[in-house]
């Protein structure tokens, strides 16, 4: 491609605002040219970022297929039926678009395909001869997310890529998924990434089972808990840690003690001279749910030194969301509960769950569930349904597997495989015939990546003052030609004619043939990222080049002859990474 032809217009002043301040993803990709802006969450593609998408979606697709998934492309306006069937019509919310044709039918504009996909299998896999069946494809989504942010990290349409196996057994879906960890990895590797791959929480679409894909950048908006010693990594959400090192005390009698205006741990802490872990802290949230009739206030009890992991909270709930609530919000719409906020403790007369850890630890200090009272001597017994991790686990924590410390890391979440089960073809009546001859549901698992958002990862991972760092895997163009001056005959004809034999090569190349300053061309590629620059200027005439390295930024003196076979080594060798 010549620069010329192309629609490049890279753009000097553009400084990231707000949320977006110092994210450089977003503004190397606005000031490169590869992205327009079009509302809140809504982009172009223009062509640098239309070829980046395309590149990533080639290295996808080769590895699905290689690894036996069947590409197909479904309808992106889904009937809304279909939601309701399923029964994430409501549960979605407001992220959820809904539309209304012409006639009053519904439809949805997909945030992920499960329904569709489980019609699809409905209609089309009917024999157990038939599975087992990885389906996926690369396609537009839609989500009304409440806060569209970090340019492509968090959009509202955005492309995904998203795939759905079915099979006949539990065991048969367990070695796929391990498959698809496998091949997730390495599409992972080839885009040149340094991610990570941790337990997760599976969130709306259900299913337990669950692992994210997760490139390390401070820009990630998750939090992960890792150990350094061995291969444990877990998104908080989802985190576990091997159970504190507390003392073990022996039960003791019960006694109410007179605590007046001791409502916070360390007050409590200073009052009784022991240490936080002692207490049983009540944290309340009031507990919303679709139907608002159910909607309640819960009491999470965990330690007094740990704190509560809202996620697990919300999972253990089966809520839709789990809200703060104060003493005032309480009184008025729970009037008949009786909550003593700073006072609550075990026995209280409302929903609760008990933190596993705490479960029969003696002589603890609980709220009395009235003003001004505390028990201490308590033993911490529950039902086995009202006991759930519900702690975060903490840097410094123990890991689960090997006891070492856990530290925290930020992740950007670019794919997620999960282990569905029955969660969708059971509700949808999508069964085939086994065996035996009898119908069986479904066994699925479904696996995501972010393909428009891989962008902006790989960028974030990727860049320097200057601008984007492109790996070779997914560069638009793996060498820019750069004619320092196109008046020049020598110069230009011969960097056209290097440029046709990288061409032939099958190197993606751009010829920067505009009639423009050197140091314009220069800065332009280093903002655009091309992995390598080959600079035709004077020394042409003595039957020099230079290449740049856009990594290393080095400049290294070429013979014009040697250029070509030169460039040709260097991607080559960067793709075999
Ligand atoms: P997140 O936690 O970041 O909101 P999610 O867990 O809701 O994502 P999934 O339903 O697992 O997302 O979707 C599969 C993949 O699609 C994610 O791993 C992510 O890479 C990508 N993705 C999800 N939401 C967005 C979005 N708003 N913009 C861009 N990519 C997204
Ligand atoms: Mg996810």
């Not at 039926?81 to 549960?91: H, I, V, Y």
């Not at 950048?217 to 990594?233: M, R, V």
């Amino acid at each position: 491609m010549k620069f010329s032809r192309t629609l490049i217009n890279t753009i000097k002043d553009y400084k990231t605002e707000g949320e977006e301040q110092g994210l450089k993803s977003q503004e190397y990709l606005t000031r490169g040219g590869f992205i327009l802006q079009i509302a809140s969450g809504i982009y172009d593609f223009l062509p640098l970022g239309k070829m980046m998408l395309d590149n990533i979606q080639n290295i996808i697709k080769e590895e699905l297929n290689n690894a036996g998934c069947v590409e197909v492309d479904l309808a992106f306006v889904c009937p809304e039926e279909l939601w309701q069937k399923s029964g994430r019509a409501e549960k979605y919310g407001k992220e959820l678009l809904r539309i209304d044709d012409r006639k009053g039918q519904k439809f949805v504009l997909s945030p992920t395909c499960e329904e569709l996909m489980v019609e699809l299998a409905k209609s089309k896999i009917t024999s157990y001869r038939q599975l087992p069946m990885n389906i996926y494809q690369i396609k537009l989504k839609f989500r009304d997310e409440l806060r569209p942010r970090f340019g492509l990290l968090r959009g509202r349409e955005f492309v995904m890529k998203d795939g759905y196996s079915f099979h006949e057994s539990e065991e048969d879906m367990l070695r796929e998924f391990h498959l698809m960890e496998e091949t997730y990895k390495k599409i992972f590797r080839r885009l040149e990434l340094d991610f990570k791959v941790v337990e997760a929480d599976s969130g709306a679409i259900g299913g337990s089972g669950s692992k994210e894909f997760m490139v390390l950048a401070n820009a990630g908006e998750d939090t992960l808990a890792i150990c350094k010693s061995c291969e444990y990594g877990a998104n908080v959400e989802a985190a576990k840690r091997k159970p504190k090192k507390r003392a073990r005390l022996d039960a003791t009698t019960s006694e109410e003690v007179y605590t007046p205006n001791t409502k916070t741990i360390v007050e409590l802490s200073s009052f009784f001279g022991v240490e936080a872990g002692r207490f049983v802290k009540a944290v309340v949230k009031e507990a919303i749910y679709e139907d608002a009739n159910k909607n309640t206030p819960i009491v999470f009890f965990i330690a007094g030194d740990d704190e509560l992991e809202e996620t697990k909270a919300l999972n253990a709930s089966g809520a839709l969301a789990l809200l703060d609530i104060d003493e005032a919000g309480l009184k008025e719409r729970y009037p008949d509960k009786n909550i003593a906020l700073g006072y609550v403790g075990l026995g209280v007369e409302c929903e609760y769950f008990v933190d596993s850890e705490l479960l029969d630890r003696n002589d603890m200090i609980t709220g009395a569930n009235k003003a001004n009272y505390h028990i201490k001597g308590v033993s911490v017994k529950a039902p086995i349904e009202r006991v759930k991790d519900l702690v975060l686990v903490e840097e410094g924590d123990a890991c689960p597997q090997c006891g070492a410390d856990l530290s925290y890391a930020k992740g950007i979440e670019v794919g997620h495989i999960f282990q569905l089960r029955t969660r969708y073809s059971e509700p949808m009546g999508a069964k085939f015939l086994d065996k035996n001859g009898k119908t069986q549901p479904f066994i699925m698992g479904t696996y995501g990546i972010g393909v428009s958002r891989l962008i902006s990862a790989i960028i974030e991972q990727n860049s320097d003052e200057k601008g984007c760092i492109l790996p070779s895997s997914i560069a638009p163009y793996q060498v820019d030609i750069i004619v320092s001056n196109v008046k020049d005959a020598t110069q230009f004809e011969a960097a056209s004619k290097i440029y046709e034999e990288l061409k032939n090569a099958k190197i993606r190349v751009i010829l920067d043939d505009r009639d423009e300053r050197y140091g314009h061309k220069m800065a332009d590629f280093e903002l655009i990222g091309f992995p390598y620059a080959l600079i035709v200027g004077k020394n042409i005439a003595q039957g020099g080049v230079e290449i740049v390295n856009r990594r290393t930024l080095t400049k290294e003196p070429f013979s014009y002859e040697n250029a070509k076979d030169e460039l040709i080594k260097r991607v080559k060798g960067d793709l075999k990474c």
